[in-house]
């Protein structure tokens, strides 16, 4: 009993008070199921349906998984596919030129350029969870840039 007042000392107590608090707070405006991630019918022919049987605890953890992954790292963890890299002079301009060409060329593929230290402008295509979710992509890219590899990234929270 002694060990555990000597670390909840009241700065600590109000901390994870305030962080609770802004969790539930947010959360009720971006609660996310289950059902959200896996629909239960998929449009096409031969489609079957998915049936999720659990306990509603489940989608109160899975939401506040997201939602601190989301505040703390900026996203979640994941895959990108890199399409160029340079510390070259003219980097950035080439960095742009070629992410709107990318852009162009696979409307329907998110796409950044990003500046690494200490000179590097790189850009990186795609927010994948897996790499088989990627991998499709990546052989598609590549038809186009033959040097084009996947990474692990931190990644926007899919919608």
């Known amino acids: 009993m002694r060990y555990i007042t000597s670390i909840l000392t009241p700065s600590r107590v109000l901390f994870f008070q305030v962080?609770?608090?802004?969790?539930?707070?947010?959360?009720?405006a971006q609660f996310l199921k289950a059902?959200?991630?896996?629909?239960?019918?998929?449009?096409?022919?031969?489609?079957?349906v998915l049936n999720i049987y659990h306990e509603a605890?489940?989608?109160?953890?899975?939401s506040r998984?997201?939602?601190s992954n989301?505040?703390?790292?900026g996203g979640i963890e994941g895959y990108r596919i890199q399409i160029y890299r340079s510390a070259a002079r003219n980097a950035r301009e080439i960095a742009n030129?070629?992410?709107?060409?990318?852009?162009?060329?696979?409307p329907d593929?998110?796409?950044?350029?990003?500046y690494e230290k200490p000179g590097y402008f790189i850009v990186r295509v795609g927010d994948f969870r897996t790499k088989m979710e990627?991998?499709?992509a990546l052989y598609m890219i590549r038809r186009k840039y033959p040097g084009a590899y996947m990474i692990p990234c931190i990644i926007n929270v899919p919608d």
């Open 70 to 73: 989301k505040l703390l790292k």
């Open 97 to 106: 030129k070629i992410k709107t060409d990318f852009m162009i060329d696979f």
């Open 109 to 114: 593929i998110q796409s950044y350029v990003e």
């Open 19 to 28: 962080f609770f608090f802004s969790v539930l707070t947010d959360a009720g």
């Open 35 to 48: 059902s959200d991630i896996f629909p239960p019918e998929i449009k096409t022919q031969k489609a079957g």
């Open 57 to 62: 605890r489940i989608d109160t953890v899975l």
């Open 134 to 136: 990627g991998t499709k």
């Open 65 to 67: 998984y997201l939602l």
